[in-house]
């Protein structure tokens, strides 16, 4: 099982990363190049990440599971020129730090069509992704499954084929957020049958990354607030059904479940549930007392 979280990119760069992935027992790990909600961006440590890939190996961590994720707070759907601009030339910026790393993928939300019809803004989708793969930088771009939040879109397999069809290129590829499929109205008990469909519209070798949460929320609810593993809508076994179907056999697995509050703290504290979830999925076993136990494992640290 390759099972990771996603986990901060601090001040020593992908070496901060990995030190926070081998602490939750990982053996991958999603990071983003800065903050996720600005474009802010510091050139790459060469030696910081010489020291993040010796201790991936020491820990069995291959670079070749490790994701990057874009900021969203680029619009690749927008219908404004200089957005659109901007999101081209950051997406490429994006794409050569990933190289530099030796990241294979990045995931990018497709972004909002806000005051533009669906089909416009699908096509600005594929004009911005087409002008970044014309740079040709080896690294595969992994379109995500969204909720359907306002005007999201990518919000199902017609929208993704429309975008993956017309850019016919190696370097496109999915990611599936568990939470959002669910959010956007996917059934995921039958997730074999959403599985077909997606073969048949696009071809399931396009999968190379799974976002594994729970969700706050009822089945098509549109919202898009992740829950921990099996304390949501989605619960734990329809979501170790999913770990374990075979046709999704070595897809990372990327956890991007809540921290728990620690309610009787008046600081309060936060604190990383990945470790606790990831043995917990390992185990298949679902444990109903795991955010209690995450609260009293940190307060003894
Ligand atoms: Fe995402
Ligand atoms: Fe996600
Ligand atoms: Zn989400």
């Known amino acids: 099982m390759i099972i990771g979280s996603h986990v901060s990119y601090g001040k020593e760069g992908l070496f901060t990363s990995v030190k926070e992935a081998v602490s939750y027992g990982a053996n991958t790990f999603m990071f983003y190049t800065g903050a996720p909600t600005n474009t802010i961006r510091k050139d790459?440590?060469?030696?910081y990440t010489k020291l993040a890939k010796e201790l991936m190996s020491k820990n069995d961590i291959d670079i070749n599971n490790v994701i990057c994720h874009a900021p969203y707070i680029i619009n690749p759907a927008t219908f404004d020129l200089e957005k659109q601009k901007f999101a081209i030339s950051f997406l490429i910026q994006e794409l050569k730090r990933c190289f530099q790393l030796g990241i294979k993928y990045i995931v990018l939300h497709p972004g909002s069509s806000v005051g533009i019809t669906k089909e416009e803004g699908l096509n600005n989708i594929i004009y911005v992704l087409k002008e970044v793969l014309k740079?040709?930088?080896?690294?595969?771009?992994?379109?995500?499954?969204?909720a359907g939040k306002g005007s999201e879109r990518g919000i199902d397999i017609s929208e993704l084929s429309y975008i993956i069809d017309n850019l016919d290129s190696k370097y496109i590829g999915v990611c599936l957020d568990t939470c959002h499929l669910h959010d956007s109205g996917v059934d995921l008990t039958n997730f074999d049958f959403y599985l077909d469909l997606f073969?048949?519209?696009?071809?399931?070798?396009?999968?190379?990354?799974?976002?594994?949460?729970?969700?706050?929320?009822?089945?098509?609810?549109?919202?898009?607030?992740?829950a921990n593993i099996g304390f949501g809508h989605i619960g734990f076994s329809t979501l170790i059904n999913i770990v374990n179907n075979d046709r999704l056999k070595g897809i990372p697995l990327i956890l991007e479940t809540p921290y728990i509050g620690d309610y009787d703290d008046d600081k309060n504290r936060l604190y990383p549930p990945y470790k606790y979830e990831i043995s917990m999925i390992k185990s298949g076993k679902f444990n109903p007392d795991l955010l209690n136990l995450i609260r009293l494992e940190y307060k003894k640290q």
Do not use: A, F, Q, Y
Request: net charge negative.
């Open 44 to 47: 790459i440590d060469l030696e």
């Open 135 to 146: 740079e040709n930088i080896p690294v595969t771009i992994l379109i995500e499954t969204m």
């Open 199 to 226: 073969s048949e519209k696009i071809g399931l070798d396009k999968i190379k990354c799974i976002h594994l949460n729970d969700s706050k929320n009822e089945l098509g609810s549109h919202k898009d607030r992740h």
